[in-house]
C-alpha cells in the first residue's frame, strides 16, 4: 500500500508485483520530465524521460505515463525486484529555463 | 573509474567555520552543477557552471562560493556556516546546458554543522 511516512510517501511491495509511483506537477509550461532513482548513500541516478509530445515512453521493466491534462506523471516498474529499493524523484523543466525542478520523492520498499 | 566524484565523503564541522567540498568529473562534460538535498530528501539546485562561467544561481547565499578552476572541476566554498547548512550536497555533471542533457551525479557530500 501507499502511506505518507514522517518524511515520505512509501510505496512498499512484494517481489515480483508491478510498482507505480505517481508525481504531481505544478507548472503547466513544463515541457521535459525525467525520474530519478536515488539509493540509499548514493547520488541520484537517471532512469527515464519523456518529453510533453508524448504521453508514454517505455524503457527496460520501466514506463512513465505523463498526462497533460491533469498534470500528472507516473513510473511503472514492472516485476519490482529488492534492487529497485530506492527514493523515486521526478524532475521537470520549464521550456526555456535550463533548471531542473525536483519533486518530493517517494520511496519504494520491496520485500523479498 | 568513477565518473563524477567528490570530497569529503562526510564533513562535521562547527558553526562559524569555512570549509570546502571538491568535485571532479572525468566524463568531459562542459556543465556542472551544485545541488543541495535537505533532510526531507528535498533536492535544489544551487549553482551550474558551463566550460567554467557561472550559468544559474539559485538564490544561494553569498556565503557559498562555487568556483571552478577548469571545467572538470566545480568547488564549493562555505563561509560562517551556519546550522541550516547542514545537508547533503551533491555535484553533477552533464554533456552541455540542455536539460536533456542526462545530468551525471557525484555520491555527495555529508555536511553536519554543529
Known amino acids: 500500500g501507499e502511506s505518507v511516512g514522517l518524511h515520505l510517501p512509501t510505496l512498499s511491495v512484494q517481489e515480483g508485483d508491478n510498482s507505480i509511483i505517481n508525481c504531481a506537477y505544478s507548472?503547466?509550461?513544463?515541457?521535459?520530465f525525467i525520474w530519478y532513482k536515488q539509493e540509499s548513500g548514493k547520488g541520484p541516478q537517471f532512469i527515464i524521460d519523456?518529453?510533453?509530445?508524448?504521453d508514454k515512453r517505455q524503457g527496460q521493466r520501466v514506463t512513465v505515463l505523463l498526462n497533460k491534462t491533469v498534470k500528472h506523471l507516473s513510473l511503472q516498474i514492472a516485476a519490482t525486484q529488492p534492487g529497485d529499493s530506492a527514493v523515486y524523484f521526478c524532475?521537470?523543466?520549464?521550456?526555456?529555463?535550463?533548471?531542473?525542478?525536483f519533486g518530493k520523492g517517494t520511496m519504494l520498499l520491496v520485500s523479498p | 573509474d568513477t565518473a563524477v566524484s567528490q570530497t569529503p565523503k562526510y564533513l562535521v564541522t562547527q558553526m562559524g567555520n569555512d570549509k570546502s567540498i571538491k568535485c571532479e568529473q572525468n566524463?568531459?562534460?562542459?556543465?556542472m552543477y551544485w545541488y543541495k538535498q535537505d533532510s526531507k530528501k528535498f533536492l535544489k539546485i544551487m549553482f551550474s557552471?558551463?566550460?567554467?562561467?557561472?550559468?544559474i544561481n539559485e538564490t544561494v547565499p553569498n556565503r557559498f562560493s562555487p568556483k571552478s578552476p577548469d571545467k572538470a572541476h566545480l568547488n564549493l566554498h562555505i563561509n560562517s556556516l551556519e546550522l541550516g547548512d547542514s545537508a547533503v550536497y551533491f555535484c553533477?555533471?552533464?554533456?552541455?546546458?540542455?536539460?536533456?542533457?542526462?545530468?551525471?551525479f557525484g555520491p555527495g557530500t555529508r555536511l553536519l554543522v554543529l
Open positions: 553533477a555533471s552533464s554533456q552541455g546546458l540542455a536539460v536533456s542533457e542526462t545530468q551525471y
Open positions: 507548472n503547466s509550461a513544463s515541457d521535459y
Open positions: 519523456i518529453r510533453s509530445n508524448m
Open positions: 524532475a521537470e523543466e520549464v521550456a526555456g529555463y535550463s533548471t531542473l525542478t
Open positions: 566524463l568531459g562534460h562542459d556543465t
Open positions: 557552471y558551463n566550460n567554467k562561467e557561472l550559468i
